[in-house]
């Protein structure tokens, strides 16, 4: 049994879980496909850099960089919703994309002028550990993308099934109109919605950069986590589970025994068939498809 | 008291539906708005209850004000927590919540919640069940109690007959009026069904092409030929017109629109 087919299929697809999460959290509230989410995920990419030297690395600079970081990626969020978002509430789902896709492109370009294009590593605490099993050597920075997005998806499991604010964005997402008019407060969802995407997007960075290098290919990386999320249905947290096992299960299988340079497009074609046998996704709901 | 003043409500900035509507709604009574479809009732009540952004409707002439304070420029959750709750028409409940979620939705507290079930025992019988899978009757029973849920002084109730057995009707009548008894509530209560809200209402407004026609305490409009006619379903002589809706409804907008 080649126990390494099945450890790159978890993280990978542990990774496409984090990078699809925020896409999905945002559109359940707002009905917004977020774009500028690929460009949180190469700013934090990018900054991480920065602040995380080789020549002054230690483990507690970098909790304390990802902590700063992962919150810094909440403000961003919180910014993008107040500031461009909900000035365009009434206007047309597309015109509220294109803002997105236009935040996007300026986080592109700002990160193009400061960093101009270079790529580097972003030291991980833990890099060098790793266990022998079942013949196969099996590295920490394998299984944290595994863990991490297993804890994020239970976490955010019991947050809408259990806490008050998760209820209520289950609610804002079903119905704005009513909600607001059961007194719920639909901004402050929509931010919270916003914020914790955006956060969650930087954390994805740092699960992507234990596999890779930062550079601008972060923003493909981060689209592939897009297409995981119209896999999986936009609008179902469930759905990124099987999603993202069926997406990376390809990808690896084509990388390992077909050609390595087709892995890129895999996902594309994983979705473009799912979406002919499926419009809604995996586990989305038929109406989504329709308020797109 | 919750009052409309020269209310004019339109969508996307250009289509005018409610056109200098004014309605003095007193506390502690229910005052019903009847009027055909597009007379503008649904509109005037999410008016009093606040647009959205998302809605592309707004109010563009006229005010509305509770208790002397202006509201026609609230967003809609702040007018809830003053004390204004809608049932709308359509989509009252959130059907992928379970019962016990739409109510705790609103709940101000736990004990709140918890009284609920009391005053409309049938809902605690159905907590656990998802509401989308409920009954009509079921639906707007529930879309009640969250309305009651955040403790309104006033309550506003669209179309609570819509699609409903006549029975399930007149049981969800005597139970809104029971809880306007009970709780002092100030009902506005729109209605196709005429003479189903004139049998609860303490005075009623008539609505048509967006403004109000006729008012007047339901004994006043029992006895106005014209609503008999064309909304108690007989004319003066007695004979019943049912078969004959669009002669009627022609000759309603002629005589009341002008």
């Known amino acids: 049994m080649d126990v390494s087919l099945f450890v790159d299929t978890l993280k990978l697809a542990g990774v496409y879980v984090m990078l699809a999460v925020g896409f999905v959290i945002v559109y359940r509230t707002s009905r917004v496909l977020n774009l500028a989410q690929p460009g949180i995920v190469l700013l934090g990419g990018y900054l991480a850099l920065t602040l995380l030297p080789r020549e002054t690395y230690s483990d507690a600079r970098f909790w304390g960089v990802a902590a700063v970081l992962v919150l810094g990626g909440a403000a961003v969020g919180l910014a993008l919703y107040v500031l461009l978002l909900r000035p365009m509430a009434g206007e047309s789902r597309i015109s509220q994309v294109l803002m997105t896709l236009a935040a996007l492109f300026l986080i592109e370009a700002v990160v193009e002028a400061r960093w101009r294009g270079q790529s580097g590593f972003v030291q991980l605490p833990g890099q060098s550990t790793s266990w022998e099993f079942l013949g196969s050597n099996v590295r920490l920075v394998d299984v944290v993308p595994v863990i991490v997005s297993v804890l994020v998806l239970s976490a955010l499991a019991l947050f809408y099934r259990f806490s008050p604010s998760g209820v209520q964005m289950r609610a804002v997402a079903e119905n704005p109109a009513l909600a607001a008019r059961r007194g719920i407060n639909i901004e402050r969802a929509g931010a919270i919605a916003w914020g914790l995407a955006t956060a969650l997007g930087v954390l994805a960075m740092f699960l992507v950069s234990t596999q890779g290098s930062v550079s601008p290919l972060l923003v493909g990386t981060a689209i592939k986590g897009f297409t995981v999320a119209l896999v999986a249905g936009l609008d179902s947290l469930g759905g990124l589970v099987p999603a993202a096992l069926l997406v990376a299960s390809a990808e690896v299988v084509v990388v390992r025994f077909l050609d390595p340079q087709l892995g890129e497009a895999v996902p594309y074609v994983v979705l473009l068939a799912v979406l002919v046998v499926k419009p809604w996704g995996l586990a989305g709901t038929r109406e989504e498809l329709d308020r797109v | ?258």
Do not use: C
């Open chain 2, 1 to 258: 008291m919750l009052e409309l003043h020269q209310v004019e409500v339109a969508y996307n900035k250009t289509e005018t539906a409610v056109r200098g509507v004014s309605l003095k709604i007193e506390p502690g009574k229910t005052t019903a708005l009847l009027g055909t479809n597009g007379a503008g009732k649904t509109t005037t009540l999410t008016a009093i209850s606040g647009f959205l952004g998302m809605e592309n409707a707004q109010v563009v002439g006229g005010q509305i004000t509770f208790d002397g304070k202006r509201i026609d420029k609230m967003a809609p959750h702040r007018i809830s927590r003053l004390g204004i709750s809608l049932v709308p028409e359509r989509s009252k409940v959130f059907d992928t919540l379970t019962v016990a979620d739409n109510v705790k939705l609103t709940a101000r507290s736990k004990k709140r919640a918890e009284g609920i079930y009391e005053e409309f025992p049938r809902l605690g019988e159905l907590a656990g069940r998802t509401a989308g899978y409920l009954s009509g009757g079921e639906k707007q029973l529930l879309a009640l109690a969250m309305a009651l849920m955040t403790e309104p002084e006033v309550l506003l109730v669209d179309e609570l007959s819509l699609g409903l057995a006549p029975r399930v009707t007149a049981d969800l009548l005597s139970e809104l009026q029971r809880v306007q008894v009970d709780r002092g509530l100030t009902v506005l209560l729109v209605e196709q069904n005429a003479a189903a809200a004139l049998q609860i209402a303490d005075y009623a407004y008539v609505m048509e092409d967006g403004r109000v026609v006729h008012d007047g305490t339901p004994e006043a409009l029992m006895s106005h030929g014209d609503i008999v006619e064309f909304y108690l379903g007989t004319s003066q002589s007695g004979d019943t017109h049912r078969s004959y809706r669009d002669v009627k409804q022609y000759r309603r907008k002629r005589r009341w629109a002008g």
